[in-house]
């Protein structure tokens, strides 16, 4: 198991990190929530025909039900948010501002405690929320000019939310035993809820299928390949199959990974801002995951 665990932990360290750069690549001519649904939509239906032919038992209509509310959270609220967000904000920003959902599920965790965190915590907390208006940027509370796109961030933190919210939702849901079928039918609901949005959204009116790039057409199928076979497969099995801090620690190394290659492959701006930014915002994370695992070791009095 522990092999197994690094391995899913290996995935969504480095694919997650690489997937930034590849959305960014593939909303430049395909829309962002047709994207998305696309890149769901086909990886759901592979899944759900394999586990299927596997054995695995059909999903009960509340099973169907909880799958929907998760996939929605993290599909259409998460990713699809990520999607749109990175047609006005850089791959590696995207990347940081998300890298603030541990911090999220610290406060949903403690409201559904109802139990205020321990001060170190909420140090944390305030450190991770001060790196976010690092990375806007100072100038920005006097008068001038935020150095960021406030829109495209301001999405940002609502996809850290939903992506927070359906995280937490999904330890106690009403999944699927088999993880990779649970996986499937949370796939076809959001991509389902992402087909929606560019319905709404006016999406179809404008799109001209052979108008999509190479480039654009690549960064997708890397995303179906790897960022949804391969990551989020990874990630919905370590939700049920690890401890959640250590799941979170992907926080850590996915907003380096996506800085770095944006920086390479897309000239994206790297300045002292970013880093310090990423600093504050990553050991933000740092510290609240150590202090909450040091809690949960700790012998009950």
Do not use: C
């Not at 100072?138 to 495209?152: A, E």
């Amino acid at each position: 198991m522990k092999i197994r665990i690094a391995a899913a932990m290996l995935a969504i360290y480095l694919i997650w990190g690489s997937t930034y750069l590849a959305i960014r690549f593939a909303v430049q001519t395909i829309p962002p929530f047709i994207m998305a649904g696309t890149r769901y939509l086909i990886p759901g239906i592979l899944l759900l025909i394999w586990r299927r032919l596997a054995g695995d038992p059909a999903p009960t209509r509340k099973q169907w039900i909880a799958g929907s509310i998760v996939g929605l959270f993290l599909l259409l609220g998460g990713n699809g948010l990520v999607s749109w967000a990175e047609q006005r904000v850089d791959s590696g920003v995207a990347a940081l501002v998300i890298g603030t959902a541990p911090i999220w599920m610290v406060i949903f965790d403690a409201a559904l405690a109802r139990k205020w965190p321990y001060w170190q915590v909420v140090v944390g907390l305030l450190a991770g929320f001060g790196g976010i208006l690092l990375l806007v940027g100072p100038d920005s509370l006097f008068g001038g000019h935020p150095r960021y796109d406030l829109v495209g961030l301001g999405i940002l933190m609502l996809a850290a939310l939903f992506w927070s919210i359906g995280s937490i939702y999904s330890r106690d849901a009403d999944l699927p035993r088999s993880p990779l079928l649970g996986t499937g039918v949370e796939m076809l609901a959001g991509s389902a809820g992402l087909y929606l949005a560019s319905l709404v959204s006016g999406e179809w009116k404008t799109f001209n299928i052979t108008a999509i790039s190479q480039l654009s057409l690549l960064g997708l199928l890397y995303l179906i390949l790897f960022g949804t076979l391969v990551g989020f497969v990874a990630y919905t099995w370590l939700l049920r199959n690890a401890p959640i801090s250590l799941v979170s620690t992907y926080a850590y190394v996915n907003p380096l990974v996506a800085i770095l290659l944006g920086n390479w492959l897309a000239q994206e701006s790297l300045n002292w801002h970013i880093v310090l930014s990423a600093m504050i915002i990553i050991g933000s994370v740092v510290l609240i995951n150590s202090f909450k695992k040091k809690v949960e070791s700790a012998p009950a009095d």
